[in-house]
Every structure is written in structure tokens, then in C-alpha cells.
């Protein structure tokens, strides 16, 4: 019985000291993996996506950023179907991920190391 006990708390033991080392990343390649995180606010999403489609309008967007659009593109900007294209746009900018978004709008997006 005591032999028992002995051999099934060293089993716990290197179990927690392998999971501990696959945790750190030391064993078994990172399984977790490493990722480089960005969060972009509200405001930041809506210049991505205004100057998106300030460029496929071929509209001029001047030094401090302020673009001009006509009153027939209002659906085109409002918000609802800016916000899809605003994200493949980041997405495409250096292969990040939407990860998600906070309550306090907040974008969250990832990609590997």
C-alpha cells in the first residue's frame, strides 16, 4: 500500500513538472503558441474605414485627414457596412486575426510571432 502511494504522487509530480514546461513554452514547442496582440478603438476602426473607402471611391483625403464625402454615400458609410470591410482591411494588413470585441468597443486582433 505505502508503495502505492509513493509511485502515484511521483506520478503527479512529473505530471505537474511537464505541464508546468509545456506552460513556459520550454517543452513541446510553445503548444500554446506565441502571439502578438493589437487593440484598435472605435475611432481608430472608423479612419481605417473611412479612408478604405475614401481610396475604392478614388475621393482625395487631405494632410489632416479629412475626407469629403458626397450625400449619396450614405449607406456606403454608415456603420453597419463599413464595419466588415474595416476589419478584412486590418486583417489584411500583416495576416491579423479579429479576436474579439470588448464591451467598451474595443478590437482585439492577434497573429503569430
Known amino acids: 500500500m505505502k508503495n502505492t502511494v509513493i509511485a502515484l ?3 503527479i509530480l512529473l505530471v505537474c513538472i511537464v505541464n508546468l514546461l509545456a ?3 520550454l517543452l513541446g514547442g510553445g ?3 506565441s502571439y502578438e496582440y493589437k487593440a484598435l478603438n472605435a475611432p ?3 479612419a481605417i474605414g473611412f479612408r478604405t473607402i475614401a481610396e475604392e ?5 487631405t494632410e489632416e485627414g479629412e475626407i469629403n464625402f458626397p450625400k449619396e454615400m450614405v449607406d456606403k458609410i454608415a456603420k453597419v457596412n ?3 470591410r474595416t476589419i478584412t482591411e486590418v486583417e489584411k494588413d500583416g495576416g491579423w486575426t479579429l479576436v474579439g ?3 467598451d468597443n474595443h478590437y482585439l ?3 503569430a510571432k
Open 9 to 11: 504522487l511521483a506520478t
Open 23 to 25: 506552460s513556459l513554452g
Open 31 to 33: 503548444a500554446g503558441g
Open 44 to 46: 481608430q476602426m472608423d
Open 57 to 61: 471611391e478614388g475621393l482625395d483625403v
Open 82 to 84: 463599413m464595419l466588415p
Open 101 to 103: 470585441i470588448t464591451a
Open 109 to 111: 486582433f492577434r497573429r
